[in-house]
């Protein structure tokens, strides 16, 4: 059974994923990375990929119904070590926090 929840902030990360290690960064992401912030109360809401132009290759954005949640699960000892981890597989990483609104947001 899925929770529903009210979005009111989302969490965007960008980042070049590694082209030694894409297969790997895949199965990670599905398999780790998206369950770990998932038990933290973080919800993955799109992810876009950038096939054109000098962006990150990819966007992933994680919504959660307080800013207080998205504190708490960004300075946890799982997601310190599910993000170190991603590390490995990526490149230019960066994250932002903002309120949420239903549409893309850069």
Request: no cysteine; glycine share 4%; aromatic share 16%.
């Amino acid at each position: 059974m899925s929770q529903a929840i009210i979005p009111r902030y989302k969490l965007i990360m960008q980042y070049d994923i590694n082209q030694a290690t894409h297969e790997v960064y895949y199965q990670f992401v599905i398999g780790e990375f998206v369950p770990t912030l998932q038990s933290l109360g973080l919800y993955m809401l799109q992810v876009y990929h950038t096939a054109y132009g000098h962006y990150p290759i990819r966007q992933i954005e994680f919504v959660a119904e307080s800013l207080e949640t998205i504190h708490n699960a960004l300075n946890s000892e799982p997601y310190k070590q599910a993000n170190t981890k991603l590390q490995g597989y990526i490149s230019n990483y960066s994250h932002k926090i903002v309120h949420f609104r239903d549409a893309f947001q850069f």
